[in-house]
């Protein structure tokens, strides 16, 4: 089965891939390569289509801006009125300068440093604590600033997300959040302090989610610790932040979930009525972006055939990161089947820099252009300049208009932040 059957917005029109009403190859051939694209209507799409698997239950969005932070996209979800899932003060930088209204903003972190949490005070934001190390800290910067701040706590609901290792963030031996009896703790101490505003709780289990039991296990614990932390502690939460997660379809025959069930599967079990906040990333804007990367290269060895292109784990890292499965199209001979099979090697020097194994493609040639799909989320993000290599442009796409978001990186951008003390400066 073709993976387009689920992306309405990449359709193959005489031989070549089209996204919206833009041919890719034009794309390629006027902007270069490796070039990222993203399709605005779709990325609306999903947002309308997660938001109404949430209304029964008012939900609100906080858009994770980790999985795409480009300011363009940014903007995108807040026209359609979603707000932010921050990882970093750079992300709530980048949240504000799009527009965001701080309090639409809530800051998740690990291991945050004095001076990050403080970044967040001053900003406004609402902050969800990781732990107990964290709270003292921000206690003490609301007392020496007289500064009230909201704050929500992160609380590891020890479930299997049944993902990627890498991935699951709620296991009894993650690193995230802080487990239950510690949690009631820290709310009874953010309690006593008059410049601790409580608001929320949260929880996030892990990313690419493709089954709905593990959520549903993860949502009745956590109701569960809300109901103590009412009987207990006398507590009641403006909001249930249930996290992200929700997977995509990278791969035609692979198991996934309508955000629909996973509505269904949770149960407000509350005498009073909280505020659902969701945090999807990939959901949003995963299958809306794609990476067109030219072929320069065809090489034969006695045991395999390779293609070769211009891109490597530093435009796109989730292959070699996740041994993650990316489809990949040849978008200029889009309506072709597929004869040979070959493996697609990224151009850095590392073993580990393979785009895609054992796929079969229309005869590829030198020149060729190759759409390697859903990479809109936890894609340009995670881009370097590994090997000294120019990190690319992005593009957005709406019907038959598009624009580039961001330009590709020059050569003056890899020295742009370097100093040469004096003693080198003539070497
Ligand atoms: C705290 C938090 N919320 C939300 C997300 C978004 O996850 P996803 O992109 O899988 O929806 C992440 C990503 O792992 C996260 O760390």
Redesign the pocket.
Known sequence: MSILKYKPHLTVRDNILYIEDISTVELAEKFGTPLYVYSENRIRENYKKIYNAFKKFNAEIRF?C??NSNLSILKILKSLGSGL?V?SIGEIYLGILAGFDPEKIIY?GVNRSYEELDFAVQSGVVLNIDSISELKKLINICEKREKEVKISF?VNPEVDPKTHEK?S?GLKLSKFGLHEEQALKAYKIAKENKYLNIVGI?M?I????TSVEPYKEAFSKLILFVKRLKKELGIELDFIDM?????IVYKPDQKFIEPEQVAESIDMDLDYEPKLLI?????IV?DSGIVLTRVTTVKETPYKKFIGVDMGFNVLLRPAMYNAHHEVLVANKAGEEGKEVFDIAGNLCESGDMIAKERKLPKVEEGDILAVLDAG??GYVMSSNYNSMLKPAEILVNGKDYYLIRERDSLSDLVAKQIIPKHLLRC
């Not at 945090?279 to 959901?283: A, C, D, L, V």
């Open positions: 994770a980790k999985a899932d990882v998740t992160r991935l963030t949260h996030h892990g990313s690419q989610i996290g992200g997660g929700i997977g945090e999807p990333g990939r959901y995963g989320a936890y």
